[in-house]
């Protein structure tokens, strides 16, 4: 499976960006997807993640009631919708599937997308 990350760019605090992750190659089936960003300087970390079957969401405490990650079916496309943007949020942002149900941890996932970045502004 390819993945297609996109959707990033630079917003002002408190605003608003929707990331898209478009698979190719395959279906997602039994899936989890993940949504994963990594700043300068640091290591990446987990940001939400969605079951495909079953629709089941993690966010990390970052993330919560901030962030919503969602599916289209019809679409193939995974989609993270990021709502009152902080400065603190600006990374590269890469979403990524595993086999693995419901992991959070980057090492269980095995297909990456290529990032977007996402730059938020004070």
């Known amino acids: 499976v390819q993945l297609q990350a996109s959707g990033g760019g630079l917003v002002q605090a408190g605003g608003s960006l929707r990331l898209s992750c478009a698979a190719s190659?395959?279906?997602?089936?039994?899936?989890?997807i993940g949504w994963f960003r990594q700043a300068p300087g640091k290591e990446r970390e987990f940001v939400a993640f969605?079951?495909?079957?079953?629709?089941?969401?993690v966010y990390a405490d970052s993330a919560k009631g901030r962030f919503t990650i969602s599916r289209d079916y019809a679409k193939n496309t995974v989609y993270l919708q990021m709502n009152s943007l902080k400065p603190e949020d600006t990374a590269v942002y890469y979403c990524?599937?595993?086999?693995?149900?419901?992991?959070?941890?980057?090492?269980?996932?095995?297909?990456w997308g290529q990032g977007t970045l996402v730059t938020v502004s004070s």
């Open positions: 190659g395959r279906k997602f089936s039994t899936d989890t």
């Open positions: 969605i079951a495909w079957r079953g629709g089941y969401t």
């Open positions: 990524a599937t595993t086999s693995y149900s419901n992991t959070p941890r980057s090492s269980d996932y095995s297909y």
